[in-house]
């Protein structure tokens, strides 16, 4: 969506929720464009076709009124949406990683190991809500992440094997959690051709 808003509204910083809604201060026109993008996950160019269109306008306004009122029978659930997205929109568009609604960052000096193949993230949690008032919540988090590095020295690291034997059942299933769902870089030897491996 990025390269889609520099391409047709350099001078405008909408706000995308990463799904399949944009807001936006001014009415943007409706557009359609296809481009070729490089895809970190599958290390590969694709294109990308994007339409915007006008659905609605939110009113901003609902929250002033549901501050002044004493009645809670109208929440003002479209306008809170609006304000978390854009609260997560300039995370996302600088290398933060998403998890839920916190937002992390890779340690650039001191990388804590936390063993088991993970490493700690610093991060922030944030969200629009409504109480008795409409509130922005904003704490600091940490997390887990999986620590980039060879297959063989994660499994060493997780399994723990002996002198070189063969894993048992509960060393395999261990490592079979643990790289589940992980991107795996495959080095072809004497090949410069490489591949990413999702694991299922």
Known sequence: MEEFRQRNFPDQYPAFDGRKNLYSTRELPEKTDSFMVYDQESV????????IKYTSQVNLGSLSTYMSSESTLEIP???IQAVHVVL???????GFVQVGRSFYTPPRVRILKLGDGLEMWYGVFQSATLGWKPFVNIDVTHK???SPQN?????????????????NYNQKEDFKS?????KVDY?????????RINQA
């Not at 997560?88 to 600088?94: E, I, M």
């Open 88 to 94: 997560c929109n300039a995370p996302s568009l600088h």
């Open 77 to 79: 659930q479209k306008a």
């Open 151 to 167: 297959v063989v020295d994660a499994i060493y690291e997780i399994c723990r094997p002996q002198d070189d034997s063969e894993l």
């Open 44 to 51: 590969r160019v694709k294109q990308c076709k994007i339409t």
């Open 178 to 182: 643990y790289i589940r769902d992980l």
């Open 187 to 195: 080095m072809i030897p004497n090949n410069l051709t490489s591949k």
């Open 144 to 146: 887990g992440f999986p």
